[in-house]
T-cell receptor
Framework: DQQVKQNSPSLSVQEGRISILNCDYT??????FLWYKKYPAEGPTFLISISSIKDKNEDGRFTVFLNKSAKHLSLHIVPSQPGDSAVYFC??????????FGEGTQLTVNP | GAGVSQSPSNKVTEKGKDVELRCDPI?????LYWYRQRLGQGLEFLIYFQGNSAPDKSGLPSDRFSAERTGESVSTLTIQRTQQEDSAVYLC?????????????FGPGTRLLVL
């Protein structure tokens, strides 16, 4: 039962443009959502998070949007840079500490 | 300060052998987590330690998997009688207090290959 899904395994964008990564979830008990970035041979690094009481959180070039009615969240990166090329994981928790992760989306930003 | 460290970074073993993976969390972090990432998949929760509380073992896939933690420091994940399907990257993470809204900091992982 995949409670967190990232339906796009890969995304390619041009440098300077916006990257939009999407994530859907099924568990209505999830109340905290996070995005992690992962480079090859490294562990995931925290990028940005959002609580279920908000619908938007912004940090520099990164913005996360949460649509609770649609059980959907997205990560916007603008402007995209080649160094943003990595695998992006969406994760969620339901009042506890264990995170449920999506399968990841490989973002490639072309110079 | 130092981040989460894991050892070994790579491990190749034969089917049926036991393996032990080690995690050193960030100093002062009371919560420690183990996850597994199989090829092409997301991270899968295995086990969670919080202080002196009983660990949450609900993610362990079989009784061949076990984990221990010494106080609020080092943790070891043991896989007995390894199978080929155990091949994965095993990731450890730690967080300050273990609440749901905390950032988990990940180590680089141990890449396990079972032949």
């Amino acid at each position: 039962d995949q409670q967190v899904k990232q339906n796009s395994p890969s995304l390619s964008v041009q440098e300077g443009r916006i990257s939009i990564l999407n994530c859907d979830y099924t568990n209505s008990m999830f109340d905290y959502f996070l995005w992690y970035k992962k480079y090859p041979a490294e562990g995931p690094t925290f990028l940005i998070s959002i609580s279920s009481i908000k619908d938007k959180n912004e940090d520099g070039r990164f913005t996360v949007f949460l649509n609770k009615s649609a059980k959907h969240l997205s990560l916007h990166i603008v402007p995209s840079q080649p160094g943003d090329s990595a695998v992006y994981f969406c994760a969620a928790s339901a009042g506890g500490s264990r995170l449920t992760f999506g399968e990841g989306t490989q973002l490639t930003v072309n110079p | 300060g130092a981040g989460v460290s894991q050892s070994p970074s790579n491990k190749v073993t034969e089917k049926g052998k036991d393996v032990e993976l080690r995690c050193d969390p960030i100093s002062g972090h009371t919560a420690l987590y183990w996850y597994r990432q199989r090829l092409g998949q997301g991270l899968e929760f295995l086990i969670y330690f919080q202080g002196n509380s009983a660990p949450d073992k609900s993610g362990l896939p079989s009784d061949r998997f076990s984990a221990e933690r010494t106080g609020e420091s080092v943790s070891t994940l043991t896989i007995q009688r390894t199978q080929q399907e155990d091949s994965a990257v095993y990731l450890c993470a730690s967080s300050l207090g273990g609440t749901g809204s905390e950032t988990q900091y990940f180590g680089p992982g141990t890449r396990l290959l079972v032949l």
